[in-house]
């Protein structure tokens, strides 16, 4: 805040994953709401903060504590992914991505990566890319 004066703001999302105990605590501050998939179901993880940067002091601040379990995936993007439009300027959106982690659940995260950005190019037909995508999976695996 105090190097922007308030006109600026970033998003920020941090996880702490204890293997050991399995679980993950996390704290989302603005950020697209990373997924995350374990047992066939799908939670967004938004608990947290507002942006920062936006405010001189955050109004609230939030943690939230999930268990996971072997085989739990978490997938974070930016807004780049949602964001992308096609020729009728229809928005990829949080729930075609939905779909797609969910029907892809079992592949690896280099595949789930590398089809994802298959299936944006063939959604976005011949409409350009306006902002960056980055992609960030992590996979608890069995040992």
Sequence with gaps: FQSANGEKFITF??????????YLEYINAGHN?????????????NT?????????KLPFLKS????????????????GIIETNNN???????DRLDVFLRENFDRTLQQIHED???YLDE?????????????FSFRLREE
Excluded: R
């Design 13 to 22: 999302f941090i996880a702490h994953i204890h293997i050991k105990e399995c």
């Design 33 to 45: 709401h990373p997924v995350l998939l374990k047992n066939n179901s799908l939670k967004h993880m």
């Design 48 to 56: 947290g903060t507002i942006m920062l940067g936006a405010f001189p």
């Design 88 to 94: 009728i300027d229809e928005p990829f959106g949080e």
């Design 64 to 79: 939230e504590k999930i268990d996971i379990d072997k085989n739990t995936l978490l997938f974070a993007y930016t807004d």
């Design 123 to 135: 959604f976005k037909q011949n409409q350009p890319y306006f902002d960056d995508l980055t992609l």
């Design 116 to 118: 994802l950005i298959i």
